[in-house]
């Protein structure tokens, strides 16, 4: 059972666009939801992440909208660089982080110049 | 910031043989430390986590007693493959948590079973 769905699979934007990933949860339990980005042969480094009581949380150009009625949230990437091409995980644990984490499958960014 | 490592970040082994895994946190005490699996082009999985001092928490259908995890520190914790084989050739990540909710990953461990 796949407790956080990821999509799209791999996705391309050309550069200055804005890429959106979705990611839909089934456990209610879940209360800490980060994104991660990860490099080929790199370990994932954290970007930003929310917690269900806020609904939007922005950190430069990474945003995340979050709909808790819908088990749902998103990451959105503004003026998506060709440095942004990468594999980004979003992710979600009980206990506010403190336990471990579940991972979408992931979504293959390419940022085109 | 917060820094992970891990050793060897790459370890080639004959099947049969055990290998370990190190995973230190350089700047801060890791009140818990998590293990993770990633087999190519796939998501993680977590295998386990562990809590300095106490036996490590496992995942349903991660075998104990081939991955065998120590926790001797509130900075290192260790992962050994017992008995390798080709199957378990992977890219295995630890990840620390200091209390907060972040948990800080390490750059990972290519395992490669001949």
């Known amino acids: 059972q796949q407790q956080v769905k990821q999509s799209p699979q791999s996705l391309i934007v050309q550069k200055g666009g804005i890429p959106i990933i979705n990611c839909a949860y089934e456990n209610t339990a879940f209360d800490y939801f980060p994104w991660y980005q990860q490099f080929p042969g790199k370990g994932p480094a954290l970007l930003i992440a929310?917690?269900?009581?806020?609904s939007e949380k922005k950190e430069g150009r990474f945003t995340i909208s979050f709909n808790k009625s819908a088990k749902q949230f998103s990451l959105h990437i503004m003026d998506s660089q060709p440095g942004d091409s990468a594999t980004y995980f979003c992710a979600a644990s009980i206990g506010g982080g403190a336990d471990g984490l579940t991972f979408g499958k992931g979504t293959h960014l390419i940022i085109q110049p | 910031g917060a820094v992970v490592s891990q050793h060897p970040s790459r370890v080639i082994c004959k099947s049969g043989t055990s290998v370990k895994i190190e995973c230190r946190s350089l700047?801060?005490?890791?009140?818990?430390m998590f293990w993770y699996r990633q087999f190519p082009k796939q998501s993680l999985m977590l295998m386990a986590t562990?809590?300095?001092?106490?036996?490590?928490?496992?995942e349903q259908g991660v075998e104990k007693d081939k991955f065998l995890i120590n926790h001797a520190s509130l900075t290192l914790s260790t992962l050994t493959v017992t008995s390798a084989h080709p199957e378990d050739s992977s890219f295995y990540i630890c990840?620390?948590?200091?209390?907060?909710?972040?948990?800080?990953f390490g750059p990972g461990t290519r395992l490669t079973v001949l």
């Open positions: 929310i917690r269900p009581d806020v």
């Open positions: 562990s809590n300095e001092g106490s036996k490590a928490t496992y």
């Open positions: 990840s620390a948590n200091r209390g907060s909710d972040t948990q800080y």
């Open positions: 700047d801060f005490q890791a009140t818990t």
